[in-house]
């Protein structure tokens, strides 16, 4: 029965810090399915319905609301349990009216922030890498394990827009100076400010990026850390009316 647990399962202690659960309650918490965010930057759909949102008492009510079908992540309907669940996802309850995007607070723990209905049709992807395909256009491989077909010239660093669940790419958003990003690693994740100078190194040293708050002050970040949510100001809502 051990060996089949630690297929299904995962020791509570040996969990994510960013998840949501205390790990002396119980032995085993679920394990994440192989899918679009790896283990350290997801969360499996059952702790987002019982731990965080609240929607069920236990697993097995949990288990039964997602086999059900009522839950939407980027428009479509996940009914594994164990679906992860990652960074600029929509998750969606439409029963109960409840829209989330998924981001990062300032402890690096992964929240579902509320937005409203103008909001649920799309969602933002980073460019980790792009193929030029046979055609002459271009496929981009986005953050979320997704990919999309273009003809704009786009690099690594920028972010589109994606219409969801068409994943129609709507706009698309520049890593330049001036626009606004959104730290989504190091000690400085979940600040938000604008991007105000970028370093590109030609050496082993990693390239950087210095981001100003809104309250005038400072800090450096690692170019990788840095999400682009918008030119002049962000396009999506965030924690605290930001």
């Not at 009216?97 to 103008?118: A, F, M, N, S, T």
Request: aromatic share 4%.
């Amino acid at each position: 029965m051990a060996k089949m647990g630690s297929r299904k399962h995962l020791k509570r202690f040996k969990s994510p810090k960013h998840w949501p659960i205390h790990p002396k309650e119980d032995k085993w918490t679920v394990k994440p399915s192989a899918g679009p965010h790896a283990i350290e930057s997801s969360l499996p759909l059952m702790i987002v319905i019982r731990d965080i949102l609240g929607i069920a008492d236990n697993s097995r009510e949990a288990k039964r609301i997602i086999n059900n079908g009522d839950v939407l992540v980027d428009g479509r309907a996940r009914k594994d349990y164990k679906f992860p669940v990652g960074f600029m996802d929509v998750v969606q309850i439409p029963k109960n009216e409840g829209i989330y995007r998924v981001l990062p607070d300032e402890k690096g723990r992964l929240i579902l922030h509320q937005i409203k209905q103008e909001n649920v049709e799309f969602k933002l992807c980073k460019i980790e890498n792009k193929t030029t395909l046979k055609n002459g256009k271009t496929q981009l491989n986005l953050h979320d394990g997704r990919n999309a077909i273009t003809d704009d010239q786009l690099n690594a660093g920028d972010v589109i827009k994606l219409k969801i669940p068409e994943q129609e790419v709507i706009e698309s958003i520049k890593f330049e100076e001036s626009t606004i990003g959104l730290v989504t690693g190091g000690k400085h994740t979940g600040e938000i400010g604008k991007i105000k100078e970028i370093n590109i190194t030609k050496s082993s040293m990693p390239n950087t990026v210095v981001i100003e708050t809104e309250n005038n002050k400072t800090f450096l970040t690692l170019k990788d850390y840095v999400f682009v949510i918008g030119k002049d100001e962000p396009a999506i809502s965030l924690p605290g009316g930001k």
